[in-house]
């Protein structure tokens, strides 16, 4: 079913600039609003890749640090292996 509803322009701008950050047409995000449902996200599969090779290289620099007895390399890449961690699961 189709239905229509009216904006200025400055409200359906608004619509299209928070559809666009939560990844949604205009319409499925209005329709997500108006039926309090999750509004979901699109995950963007290169910048998921981007970040897992970002992981992998903290990965790798961890060991290294380690092998060779630097503990706050280890320590500060640790940190923010770990938050690139939360922001994935955030993606995800």
């Known amino acids: 079913m189709i239905r229509?509803?009216?904006?200025?322009?400055?409200?359906?701008a608004a619509v299209q600039q928070?559809?666009?950050v939560a990844?949604?047409?205009p319409?499925?995000?209005l329709r997500s609003i108006a039926l309090g449902t999750p509004l979901?996200?699109?995950?963007?599969a290169e910048a998921v890749l981007a970040l897992n090779r970002a992981g992998i290289n903290l990965n790798n620099l961890i060991r290294l640090a380690t092998r060779?007895?630097?503990p706050f390399v280890?320590?500060?890449a640790a940190d923010v292996l770990n938050q690139?961690?939360?922001r994935l699961r955030d993606l995800l």
């Open 74 to 76: 280890v320590a500060e």
């Open 4 to 12: 229509s509803a009216r904006f200025t322009g400055e409200e359906w």
């Open 84 to 86: 690139l961690r939360e």
């Open 40 to 44: 979901g996200r699109r995950v963007n």
């Open 68 to 70: 060779s007895g630097q």
């Open 27 to 29: 319409s499925r995000f």
């Open 18 to 20: 928070r559809a666009a």
């Open 23 to 25: 990844g949604l047409s």
